[in-house]
T-cell receptor, first 111, second 116 residues
Framework: QKEVEQNSGPLSVPEGAIASLNCTYS??????FFWYRQYSGKSPELIMS????GDKEDGRFTAQLNKASQYVSLLIRDSQPSDSATYLC???????????FGSGTRLQVQP | NAGVTQTPKFRILKIGQSMTLQCTQD?????MYWYRQDPGMGLKLIYY???????DKGEVPNGYNVSRSTTEDFPLRLELAAPSQTSVYFC???????????????FGPGTRLTVL
């Protein structure tokens, strides 16, 4: 079982729609969760971090964390073509001091 | 601030050659990391450092070495390059522990390495 799992996609949504990206993790003791966006050929950039159960909103982005079910999701409202990228879920596991990444979900926003 | 800088941007090595990937940050960050990203995959941690003189292994350290003699620099050494080390290498830094809120990990632009 992978430590952090994501559907590789591509997830295709029309412009203006809500994109929903999901991630599950295996280490029940994980405390910190991150979503990164990575454009092709570029380095990852942080979109959201979440540490507590529930929702966290930042502009068009909402991160949702459910520790009991061991999943974290990212919602992108009013999706734009510029949101087309690979979205990486990352977790800090028990006793770890660095991120463990999922393999990413490729999002395509169709104009 | 330049942030995290990496050199070179691209490199082709022959099997058995050695090289050092350079990483420098000017944000006075204590923590530095090396990741590799294979095509279509997420990032895997190679080594990390929590301060000058302190380094520790990540998930995939075999074939690599690191040193941290200054706060700013964290070079990654490849000895006896192998085709399996063909990847994109990202250096990153953060001020402190990532599990403490408000600490963000900043990535460099990456080094694309091909071993033939």
């Amino acid at each position: 079982q992978k430590e952090v799992e994501q559907n590789s996609g591509p997830l295709s949504v029309p412009e203006g729609a809500i994109a929903s990206l999901n991630c599950t993790y295996s280490d029940r003791g994980s405390q910190s969760f991150f979503w990164y966006r990575q454009y092709s050929g570029k380095s990852p950039e942080l979109i959201m971090s979440i540490y507590s159960n529930g929702d966290k909103e930042d502009g068009r982005f909402t991160a949702q964390l459910n520790k009991a079910s061991q999943y974290v999701s990212l919602l992108i409202r009013d999706s734009q073509p510029s949101d087309s990228a690979t979205y990486l879920c990352a977790v800090i596991g028990t006793g770890r001091r660095a991120l463990t990444f999922g393999s990413g979900t490729r999002l395509q926003v169709q104009p | 601030n330049a942030g995290v800088t990496q050199t070179p941007k691209f490199r082709i090595l022959k099997i058995g050659q050695s090289m050092t990937l350079q990483c420098t940050q000017d944000m006075n960050h204590n923590y530095m990391y090396w990741y590799r990203q294979d095509p279509g995959m997420g990032l895997k941690l190679i080594y990390y450092s929590v301060g000058a003189g302190i380094t520790d292994k990540g998930e995939v350290p075999n074939g690599y070495n690191v040193s941290r003699s200054t706060t700013e620099d964290f070079p990654l050494r490849l000895e006896l390059a192998a085709p399996s080390q063909t990847s994109v290498y990202f250096c990153a830094s953060s001020y402190g522990d990532l599990y403490r809120g408000n600490n963000e990990q900043f990535f460099g632009p990456g080094t694309r390495l091909t071993v033939l």
